[in-house]
């Protein structure tokens, strides 16, 4: 059981970075999923959650407008599309599984039962 988190890299401010998170081992039909991030010298942040249908999700204030979760069940796959980049983005973002058929504004408090290893991004001013 695996969560592969892949997309991140050096980007200007004001660009844009697609990240994935392809789950082996498992199926990610009934889990809802998150992106949490964790910038240096802070304590981990949750970015974005979706429900395990891709039917609704849920924002941080910070990234609401700019970022966009998205999910495609039929590739075990789940998508942060981060547009607007600022240097304030810079983390190693990880994704994260719980199996739950509602989802809650409250996802970012969640106990996730399976976590990706994380994947750099850096925004440059």
């Known amino acids: 059981v695996q969560l592969q988190a892949s997309g991140g890299g050096l980007v200007q401010a004001g660009g844009s970075l697609r990240l994935s998170c392809a789950a082996s081992g498992f199926t990610l039909d009934y889990y809802a999923m998150s992106w949490f991030r964790q910038a240096p010298g802070k304590e981990r942040e949750w970015v974005s959650c979706?429900?395990?249908?891709?039917?609704?999700?849920y924002y941080t204030d910070s990234v609401r407008g700019r970022f966009t979760i998205s999910r495609d069940n039929a590739k075990n796959t789940v998508y942060l599309q981060m547009n607007s980049l600022k240097p304030d983005d810079t983390a190693v973002y990880y994704c994260a599984a719980l199996e739950k058929s509602v989802l809650r504004s409250d996802c970012g408090r969640w106990r996730y039962h399976y976590w990706g290893q994380g994947t750099l991004v850096t925004v440059s001013s």
């Open positions: 979706i429900s395990f249908n891709g039917g609704s999700a």
